[in-house]
């Protein structure tokens, strides 16, 4: 999920384009190339497989989603589920998934987990690890997280940091930044998904818990469309202080629900995407769908073609790292 306030962020947003994004797409043909170039990098970027990072599913009847409720997202107020992501991904090369919560009200907590669990055990889907949700500023954090510590499946932990309900400056509360440290011990991951202009109390966080692996997702939740040049100058200089550590990856997804819905194209999205490339470096960058949010602007596969187009003129071998060897590497994914 992704910036401000789902409600906010995802204001006036529309059923997925059809034709008028294709044609927008297809204007930004980028430079000329022969027609044998041009056959020869379409099969390689083609054959490349991908690992999804960022797979959200919900079934309504085993969760309840209440950021569901408003007007603004009611093309996602349904259940999604693994027949409707093999639908959306096919042909792509999907291989393997890794699950995201879905900001599922804090009572349905476990039994998200244990759907997921469920889920990657069947071995049926592309699905085969999770980052859950949790609540590190609770006082029954270190309980719940730790019963699921020695799952070969939970990867990490994620709570949304932009919603109303996460003041700025939660995440470097006490309880909260043990919590974080607890998570490093425990061999898992914590995802920053947070307002751009607040990556730089996420990379307070990360020095405070040098021990933990930290992910940050929607390439820093930067909206493509923003004018606001502070806001864009606070954002550079908090990822370029994130990518100095380490322990941090960066997520290249989520950033197409802030195009323009009927008039959007792969250079809108270039300016972010290159920046957190270049910022973070070819072996911590990884590909994330975010679907189905992203079908508020995009198919999955219209972003996928779109990401192509950005780094077509990429190494393949930075390609592939993008899309799938980095992921397989970051989260342990046999």
């Not at 957190?276 to 996928?304: H, I, M, N």
Request: hydrophobic share 40%; with cysteine.
């Amino acid at each position: 999920m992704t910036m401000t306030s789902r409600r906010n962020f995802l204001e006036q947003a529309a059923m997925v384009v059809g034709g008028g994004l294709a044609a927008a797409f297809h204007r930004n043909e980028g430079p000329t190339l022969h027609a044998g170039e041009k056959k020869e990098r379409a099969v390689s970027a083609e054959a490349i497989p991908i690992i999804d990072t960022h797979q959200h599913l919900w079934d309504l009847s085993k969760l309840k989603l209440s950021w569901l409720s408003g007007p603004d997202v009611k093309t996602l107020n349904r259940s999604f589920v693994t027949a409707d992501y093999l639908q959306a991904t096919a042909g792509l090369n999907v291989v393997k998934a890794v699950y995201m919560e879905v900001d599922a009200d804090p009572e349905f907590h476990e039994i998200e987990a244990e759907y997921v669990i469920d889920l990657c055990k069947r071995g049926d889907s592309p699905t085969v690890a999770a980052v859950i949700s949790g609540r590190p500023n609770s006082p029954e954090f270190p309980r719940y997280i730790t019963r699921y510590a020695d799952n070969p499946y939970i990867k990490g932990v994620r709570q949304i940091l932009h919603v109303p309900s996460a003041q700025r400056g939660l995440c470097l509360e006490p309880r909260f930044v043990e919590s974080v440290r607890l998570l490093g011990k425990l061999g898992l991951r914590f995802d920053l998904c947070m307002r751009p202009g607040e990556i730089v109390d996420g990379v307070k966080l990360v020095e405070k818990c040098p021990q933990t692996r930290f992910v940050v997702d929607h390439c820093g939740n930067m909206d493509v469309r923003s004018k606001d040049k502070a806001l864009r100058e606070t954002w550079m200089k908090g990822m370029r202080e994130m990518a100095v550590r380490p322990n941090t990856v960066c997520k290249i997804s989520g950033i197409i629900v802030t195009a323009d819905k009927q008039n959007w194209k792969p250079d809108d999205l270039a300016p972010n995407v290159n920046f957190c490339l270049e910022t973070f470096g070819d072996d911590r960058v990884c590909f994330a769908g975010d679907w189905p949010v992203c079908t508020l602007t995009a198919s999955y596969k219209q972003w996928v073609e779109a990401l192509k187009w950005i780094v077509r003129d990429r190494p393949a071998e930075f390609q592939r790292k993008l899309f799938h060897d980095n992921a397989a590497k970051f989260y342990r994914l046999n």
